[in-house]
Every structure is written in C-alpha cells, then in structure tokens.
C-alpha cells in the first residue's frame, strides 16, 4: 500500500492506532475501579454515625489516660483527693523578702468536679530592706494569710486531642475563685472578700507532662 510507503501514511496509522488502544482499556480500567471501591453516595448515615462516635471515644479515652497518669500530681484536670503541705521562699526585686508555709489540698465532688485550696498557715514578711519604706514602722510582719479556694469543672464539650494521630490532649476548665480574708496581720493580706471566674486552659506536652495556665476574670 502507498499509504504505508510515506511518513504522513505512517503517523496516521500510529494515531488510529493509539485512539483504538485507548478506547479499549480505558472504560475497563473505570469499571474495575468503581467495582474496587465504595461511591460516597452510598455510605449511610448510620456509618457516618458510627464512626463520629468511635473517634468521640478516642478522644474521651486520650484525655481520661492523661488525667489518671497524673492522679497523685498537680494537673488540674484530676480532680482526685490529694493533700500537700509545701515550703515558698521568694525575694523580690524590691527587695522584700516572703516566707510562706501554705497547706494545700484538692477534693474531688466526682471525676469532673472539684475544688482547691490553699491555706497559708504561716507567713513572714520582711520589709527591712525596701527603699522607701516608713522609718519606726514594724519591718517585719508574721501570721496567718488569706485563704484561697477554687471550685473548678472540667467539661466534655470542652476536651480536644491535638498532635500527631491525636495522641495529645488539651482541656479548658471553668470555675470560680474566692480568696477569703483570714490573715491575722494587714501587711500580710489586703483585708478583702474577692471573687472572680476562672478559666483554665490545660495541654499535654510533647513528650512528657502537661502545661496549665489559670486566669482569673477580674470585672
């Protein structure tokens, strides 16, 4: 044939050649992949629900592990009963000098619920060294101080997972804070009833232990 003789008589062979092969394979090729998976139309509602419900309790299970790991500790997220009496030496920059032996205890009302205190049972303050201060006036100042108490709730709605396939946690407390005038001594305390909310944002950290801030909103 002339036709197969020529370039031009060849590239059209080629071409019809290669729209026959595509016309060929590509409708199977669509065929076996709609017959190997599973149109999202037909997913049901009831496995769209099951699914929000297996990664709600993943995420419940996250966060209840990071709690109990930390059940004898400091997190504010375990509300479980723990008592502890420490010692607080801090200087000041302008050169005051504070003593504090503070008892300190969180009761659990249930796994979401609980409150804090703190009790300063003994207190000193130095004021010697502070410029300015008032000359014949006592330096020093002992006694009990104000006693600080928190009512904290730890809500569902509120928990997260974070991080790499979520296997961090991260809560947002809310609660109230009372600090109520026990002091025996002015210098020691300012002499008032104070309330305030609270909100705590708590996370765990990359590799070990956990980051709270606790803010009072003073109105």
Known sequence: MRLL???????????????????????????????GGQDPQDV?????????????AAKKAKVAKAVKEDATGTDPRSFSNKWMPYYRY??????LIQ???????????????????EVPLAQYRDFSDVPGFPPGADSDAIGMGDMDLKFLFRPEALEFTYGKDGKM????????????????????????????????????MPFYGFVAALKPLLL
Not at 17 to 25: E, H, R
Not at 99 to 114: E, H, K, L, N
């Open 5 to 35: 003789g020529n370039k031009s008589g060849i590239s059209c062979f080629i071409t019809l050649l290669a729209a026959a092969l595509v016309l060929t394979f590509i409708p199977a090729v669509a065929l076996s992949a709609a017959q």
């Open 99 to 117: 003593q504090d032996v503070t008892a300190f205890r969180t009761i659990g009302f249930s796994p979401r619920v609980g409150m804090f205190y």
């Open 169 to 204: 946690s991260g809560s947002v407390l809310l609660g109230t804070d009372f600090v109520l005038p026990t002091a025996t001594d002015d210098a020691l305390a300012g002499d008032a009833f104070l309330f305030a909310p609270i909100v705590a944002f708590v996370f765990d």
């Open 90 to 95: 801090t200087e000041l920059e302008n050169e």
């Open 44 to 56: 049901s509602q009831e496995q769209i629900e099951e699914f929000k419900e297996v990664k709600k």
